[in-house]
């Protein structure tokens, strides 16, 4: 069984940044994909960046140019860089490690983006 531990989020302003950060409990991450869910208040999950085992990323369109995905393998520890937050941006952000007909989730951290 594969546990994974998020932790970043908080109350941030408009224009701010978090970083969020999933460790895992033992040596998976390296091969497999790496990917952030959100969900917001009276929304469906949305997945909004994934970055494969090769490096390639990928982001929603609401999140493009705003927020980076990136991976440490040697830390078992994946990152949500997320800069000029919005308000909208205001969801539990859960990290989901995927592969080989596998998927572990988080428990979720709360982000809030508000003045």
């Known amino acids: 069984q594969v546990q994974l531990v998020e932790s970043g989020g908080g109350l941030v302003q408009p224009g701010g940044s978090l970083r969020l950060s999933c460790a895992a409990s033992?040596?998976?991450?390296?091969?497999?994909?790496l990917a952030w869910d959100r969900r917001a208040p009276g929304k469906q999950r949305e997945r909004v960046a994934v970055?494969?085992?090769?490096?390639?990323?990928h982001y929603a369109d609401s999140v493009k140019g705003r927020f980076t995905i990136s991976r440490d393998n040697a830390k078992n520890t994946v990152y949500l860089q997320m800069d000029s937050l919005k308000p909208e941006d205001t969801a539990v952000y859960y990290c989901?490690?995927?592969?080989?007909?596998?998927?572990?989730w988080g428990q979720g951290t709360q982000v809030t983006v508000s003045s």
């Open positions: 970055i494969t085992n090769d490096g390639d990323t």
């Open positions: 989901n490690v995927f592969g080989g007909g596998t998927s572990y």
């Open positions: 033992r040596n998976i991450i390296g091969g497999y994909g």
